[in-house]
Nanobody
């Protein structure tokens, strides 16, 4: 089982930056892909970015491409989401997630961290 704890959220002005961290504990062999998702009030949870635990293959939602960067530090068991040029529409609760199998959904989730971007 994998345990995830997010941190780094907060209030920032439009155009600013934040870096989210996701501390990971548990079985290394159970981490196929790590992802960041977000959910704004009244909206469905949506995919933001993902990275393979072995290797550096990344993917991004179109809405964040060129502004957000996902990375990881295997030695620190941490995944990061660097968010630049933030917009008010980026306001949401951001969740870290783990996909333990090659086929199937993300099956482990953190508690979330609030990001609020003021205009």
């Amino acid at each position: 089982q994998v345990h995830l704890v997010e941190s780094g959220g907060g209030l920032v002005q439009a155009g600013g930056s934040l870096r989210l961290s996701c501390a990971i504990s548990g079985r290394t062999e159970s981490r196929f892909r790590m992802g960041w998702f977000r959910q704004a009030p009244g909206k469905e949870r949506e995919f933001v970015a993902a990275i393979r635990w072995s290797g550096d293959i990344t993917s991004y939602a179109d809405s964040v491409k060129g502004r957000f960067t996902i990375s990881k530090d295997n030695a620190k068991n941490t995944v990061y989401l660097q968010m630049n040029s933030l917009k008010p529409e980026d306001t949401a609760v951001y969740y870290c997630a783990v996909k333990t199998l090659i086929v199937g959904p993300y099956d482990g989730w953190g508690q979330g961290t609030q990001v609020t971007v003021s205009s």
